[in-house]
């Protein structure tokens, strides 16, 4: 079964939402979660065992799960939100471990009024929004980089306690985008490098592609306009 970040997902009397991300096992390696909501709707995104998932009958890469859209509700929710002070761990539970985060509002920096008044209290707190997985199991998130095949995508694991580790296939090596069939194709991979991950990631994280050495984007990030200039 082919797992494509914005799959159609469709339960067994309804069409459901969409595939948002996967939960995997670090040991096995093996996809245990699916990620699947309702069409831009993540609040409501729900944690469905790989098991009751199959490919759909159709050529669209749907995906089908064994279970009503009613039932869908008895599955976990997946994303929760917290106001924690900086640094507060947002969920204290043996049974889960937090998946992607997201800040939603910063603490505010102190200021001084424009005739020397005295600065604003600031608040510690953060509101934060994050994805509960079973313990010990990662997520990761699914990057699409359309070039090296129309389907192309990379998977990121934000490690909590590390630098981020990318597994980008063949659409990255050191060195230079992975083969594409034409310029226009190249050009799509480039900007989707370019917007989709070195734009968004730093420069410690490190890139492992489907076969040669591995690297960070740091040591390649010079590069960029030259693999632009040259073509491939």
Known sequence: MRLDLGSPVRCSDDAFGELADVVIDPKTRCVTHLVVQPHQRDEQARLVPVDRAQAGQTSNATISLGCTVAQM????????????????????????????????????????????????????????????????????????????????????????????????????????????????????LMNDLESRVFDTLPDDTWFYPGHGDDATLGSERPKLAEWRQRGW
């Open 73 to 188: 509700s008895e599955f976990e929710r997946v994303r929760e939100a917290a106001y924690l002070r900086l640094g507060e761990v947002p969920v204290e539970d043996p049974d889960w471990d937090v998946g992607i985060e997201e800040p939603l509002a910063l603490p505010p920096s102190a200021e001084t009024g424009a005739f020397g008044a005295g600065g604003v209290d600031i608040d510690p707190h953060v509101m934060l929004t994050y994805d509960r997985i079973p313990v010990g199991e990662v997520e990761l998130e699914v990057i699409h980089l359309r070039g090296h095949t129309p389907g192309s995508i990379a998977l990121l694991y934000r490690d909590p306690a590390g630098h981020p580790h990318l597994f980008t296939g063949d659409s990255l090596f050191p060195g230079g985008p992975g083969k594409t069939a034409s310029p226009e194709n190249f050009t799509s």
